[in-house]
């Protein structure tokens, strides 16, 4: 809500299959049109999650090598020197895409800079001891995005080559062992990512080109340079590149050992192969044209990809004793990226089938666009799902998704605004923010061609087209409908770098208006013609726009020189999402209905920090500005709701919610050293990785601190009046206080931590009642064998399975075992899930043997929780489980047995019987009491033949039959 876009939601389907559950669900999202941005497979500003992603933000290595061209410009051009990486003659760490990375020092010792020389970051060949040295001493990691399974959040692989996961709802691990080696120059092969959740399944991303989005990049530089010393000189370099973009989910292998298998369409990319391997690595050739394969060699293999420009400005500042250098270089990078095509998902015998479409889109090359979606289980149609397109505009056209329709009669249409005209899918045509400036010029590539020139200063933004290719009404099935208005967004406040001098980042007074879009009406219609507007305003309580944007930068230090730009250098300082609102206030026209206000975390309640240390290295070191300073962003910080406020129609505040939230830092520089007797080691001092950045020819080195831990909800607070008029008025409040865990634990020199609450409060007038819960790590770290290797159980008390507790961790399972409560007489209960381990054939999972609670006399609080097996009784018992990890048998409290049949392939229940076991049932009829045997049983048989009419009468007769 705090950006202003719509939020919109369409499910297409949803099936369970046994314990698995899976669905496609629609989603939009109206961050303004975008010129450089390709509409994705189900049209323009609409995305969908098929199945599970990684995406990579580029960081620790310059894939496409254009700011070490740059930066080599920055020394050479001025004598007509190559401006050429020496690429071909070395194996580089700058050349080579691989995430382990090794340093003389570990990752704290980086940060405190205790030796110049430990600085250098080297990759490392995965199963060698191989490893090859940068020629830079800055080092940051790529961002790994993943979108899977509900599962949203981001890894890094840090300076010790430890993967560190951001995740707010889990505890996930990374195996990047099957990473790969990859020249960025040479063809792309086998790279794979695994994912562990916290309940054991496994989540397999690649694997092989199929499954991988794969960027070839065309990167060009051009330089112009004056020195009184060496004269004028003109000059050009440009390289081709690939790496890998995405990596899609290929495979999950389930903690019961079923598998769910993704099936993608085969591309052969020999023609972008052979196009990468010609004419590269040359200079002096001011030929900036990509001339990427045809469409018709792409089609020919099978390739669904698109194009994108960038186009840069540089100027150089380079310190050049008693002399001036005049140096500005203009970088074009294109880039065509090979996407991954899902065409089906098989979850045992249930298959989901994805059809596509050629783009009609004249402006695109090969895109593929979702057409079709059929499930089917056992070969019988379960649904249907139709999506279609309508191309809209004239010079050049965007792709829209305009209805989706399914074989249960189900229709959802949608309907845009100002779709009249594009641009070219060009970056030129964009203001600071990514959104389109109105531009409708024809931009060519500056000398060479006739045109405009893309490098030049941008337009004045032409705010009639804020609102460009925006979604205006859907209409559903039920033939209600939604439509929505937008309006250009306002500030009153500007992060922003000075351009010029020694300023650092600051947040200052400025009001203005951006062509950024803003939703500010919703009108929903019924069926029967009755509306509902639901209005949106922006402000703060002073009148004054609620807006704070992040300024453009314009200045950046590449190695040896530093340079300015009229284009935005960082997309990360000003982009689609830069712009957000710290107040909003939402009103609707139902009667009665009054005003809910919503306050914001931003720039002001969590602002960046400066988290940094300086190294100078030599007696020479020139001059260190603020505006190099690094700031420790705390953008996942803001946008968290800081208060909800209702009020009524005369405008009094009836109600509050206040939310506050924990970011777990230890206050800096105070980070201690991991070992395996850091019992004291906060999760502050583990998971966060050290940025570095050289600045050559000032002989300085700067570190940063870069913390990757989830900021979470804390504590909610309600406050509500009562009364009022002809009585007194009076607060409620209530209050949840939320606890996590601090401490890393550290087993086997692995390092354990979970986002998850370790203690609930709840305050209100009638007392304070309390909840703890214990995990296998609070289990095990308090346990005879703390640091691990446990070799004996003790049955005897509450907490004492300690073997297996060692071997759920060491499966990342996460999940409370113990809940002791205290309610607000003081009075104390627990609960404890006993699990024990189960052997499968491919895996040992881990199952729900009893679920045991305290007698009502039993002596225990939140630290005596280790009480005698004798003084609880068991609630239920889960005796008898299969291979797929259904119960077969459980007992409730009394000891009375209830035995349940699984059949259509172990999904789903088809028969209980209660008051016998299992091992009677089986004997009942002769099949072995095995976890297994069951499915010898006809009715197991018949439902899992059951398909059509003739087959489920057999299997109604086979229940009959087993009835008697």
């Known amino acids: 809500m705090n950006s202003g876009t719509v939020s919109l939601a369409i499910p297409l389907f949803d099936i369970t299959e046994g314990k698995f559950s899976f669905n496609n669900t629609l989603n939009y999202e109206s961050r303004g049109f975008v010129p450089h941005m390709a509409p994705g497979y189900v049209g323009l500003n609409w995305n969908m999650v098929q199945f599970g992603k990684i995406t990579r933000e580029s960081k620790r290595i310059d894939l496409t090598t254009t700011n070490q061209i740059n930066n080599m410009a920055s020394t050479n051009a001025r004598r007509g020197w190559s401006i050429l990486p020496s690429y071909s003659n070395a194996m580089l760490y700058e050349k080579h895409d691989c995430l382990t990375t090794d340093f003389n020092a570990n990752k704290l010792e980086l940060y405190n800079i205790t030796n110049h020389n430990n600085l250098t970051p080297k990759s490392t060949v995965p199963n060698s001891s191989v490893s090859y040295n940068a020629e830079t001493y800055s080092f940051e990691p ?25 995740c707010e709802n889990a505890s996930l691990k990374i195996d990047v062992s099957k990473y790969g080696f990859h020249n960025i120059f040479n063809n792309i092969g086998f790279s794979e990512i695994k994912i562990t959740d916290d309940q054991g399944n496994q989540y397999f991303f690649g694997g092989d080109i199929n499954t991988l989005d794969i960027s070839f990049s065309f990167n060009f530089v051009e330089y112009e340079s004056w020195d009184p010393e060496f004269g004028q000189y003109k000059g050009a370099a440009r390289t081709k590149t690939n790496y890998i973009d995405s990596w899609s989910l290929k495979k999950i292998i389930l903690n019961d050992g079923s ?33 990427f394969p045809s469409k018709q060699n792409l089609l020919s293999g099978n390739i669904s990809a698109e194009v994108v420009e960038n186009f840069y400005k540089y100027k150089h500042s380079v310190p050049i004793p008693n002399s001036y250098l005049s140096l500005e270089t203009w970088t074009k990078v294109s880039t065509l990226t090979k996407t991954a095509i899902l065409d089906s998902i098989k979850i045992g015998n249930t298959v989901i089938d994805y059809k596509y479409q050629q783009t009609t889109n004249p402006l695109e090359i090969s895109r593929k666009y979702l057409k079709e979606i059929n499930i089917k289980r056992d070969n019988s149609l379960i649904k249907k799902v139709d999506l279609n397109y309508q191309n809209f505009g004239n010079t050049h056209q965007r792709t829209f998704l305009t209805d989706i329709q399914n074989n249960l009669g189900e229709n959802t249409s949608m309907e845009y605004h100002n779709t009249d005209d594009f641009p070219k899918y060009i970056k030129a045509q964009a203001n600071d923010l990514g959104f389109w400036n109105g531009d409708m010029r024809d931009y060519m590539s500056g000398n060479n061609y006739g045109g405009v020139d893309p490098y030049g200063e941008p337009i004045v933004d032409d705010f009639t087209s804020y609102d460009t290719g925006l979604l205006r009404k859907v209409t559903y099935p039920t033939k209600g409908s939604t439509s929505y208005l937008y309006q250009k967004g306002k500030y009153s406040k500007k992060y922003i770098y000075t351009d010029t001098g ?7 007074d400025e009001n203005g208006i951006v062509n950024a879009p803003v939703l500010y009406k919703k009108i929903e219609v019924d069926n029967n013609n009755q509306n509902i507007e639901t209005t949106y305003k922006y402000e703060n309580d002073n009148s004054s726009s609620s807006g704070i944007i992040e300024g453009s930068l314009r200045y950046q230090y590449l190695g040896t020189a530093s340079v300015t730009s009229i284009q935005n250098l960082n997309p990360e300082i000003n982009n689609q999402n830069s712009l957000h609102y710290s107040t909003v206030t939402v009103s609707n026209s139902k009667p009665w209905s009054g005003y809910t206000k919503y306050r914001f975390t931003d720039q002001v309640t969590n602002p960046d920090s400066l988290g940094y240390k300086i190294f100078k290295y030599s007696s020479w070191d020139g001059q260190f500005d603020d505006r190099d300073k690094l700031y420790l962003s705390k953008a996942h910080e803001r946008g968290k709701i800081l208060k909800e406020e209702l009020y009524n129609l005369l405008g009094t505040k009836i109600k509050e919610t206040e939310y506050k939230y924990k970011n777990f830092l230890k206050k800096l520089p105070n980070i201690d050293l991991l070992n395996i007797s850091c019992n004291t080691c906060k999760v502050s001092d583990a998971n966060y990785y050290t940025k570095i950045n050289h600045y050559t020819t000032r002989f300085h080195v700067q570190t940063q601190y870069v913390p990757v831990i989830p900021y979470l909800l804390e504590s909610q607070t309600t406050r509500e009046e009562f009364g009022g008029f002809m009585t007194p008025s009076e607060t409620i409040e209530t209050s949840k206080k939320i606890t996590y865990s601090d401490n890393v634990y550290l087993n086997n020199a692995l390092i354990y931590w979970h986002p998850y609450p370790i203690e609930e409060r709840i305050i209100s007038s009638k007392g304070t009642s309390i909840r703890q819960y214990l995990y296998p790590i609070d289990l095990l770290k308090n346990s005879p064998c703390p640091n691990g290797n446990c070799s004996s159980n003790d049955n005897s008390i509450i907490g004492g399975e300690y073997m297996t507790y060692e071997k759920m961790l060491n499966k990342n399972i996460f999940t409370p075992l113990i809940e002791i409560s205290q309610n607000p007489q003081g009075k104390f209960t627990l609960k404890e899930n006993f699990y024990s381990s189960f052997a499968l054939p491919s895996n040992e999972a881990f199952v729900i043997k009893k679920k045991r609670r305290s007698l009502m006399d039993s002596n225990l609080n939140f630290t005596n929780y280790k009480i005698s097996s004798l003084d609880v009784i068991d609630d239920s018992s889960s005796d008898v489980y299969d291979n797929k990890l259904n119960i077969l048998q459980a007992s409730n409290k009394t000891g009375t047995p ?34 297994t045997g069951y499915l010898g049983l006809d009715i197991v048989t018949k439902s899992d033949a059951d398909k059509d009419s003739g087959t489920e009468n057999a299997l109604i007769n086979a229940l009959d039959n087993f009835r008697m």
């Open 502 to 508: 020694s300023t650092s980042l600051q947040l200052v």
């Open 898 to 931: 209830n035995t349940t049949i699984y059949g259509y392939q172990q999904t789903l229940p088809i028969a209980q019987i209660t008051g016998i076991t299992y091992a009677q049932l089986m004997q009942i009829f002769n099949l072995p009491a095995t976890p």
């Open 142 to 166: 790529d961002k790994f995005y993943f979108d899977f399974m509900g599962y949203k959040g981001y890894f890094v692989v840090d300076n010790n080559g430890r993967p560190i996961v951001y």
């Open 259 to 291: 598998e769910v298998n993704a099936y993608y369409q085969t591309s052969d990319l020999t023609v972008l192969n052979n196009y990468r391997n010609t004419d590269n690595l040359k200079e002096m050739d001011f030929s900036d044209k990509p001339n």
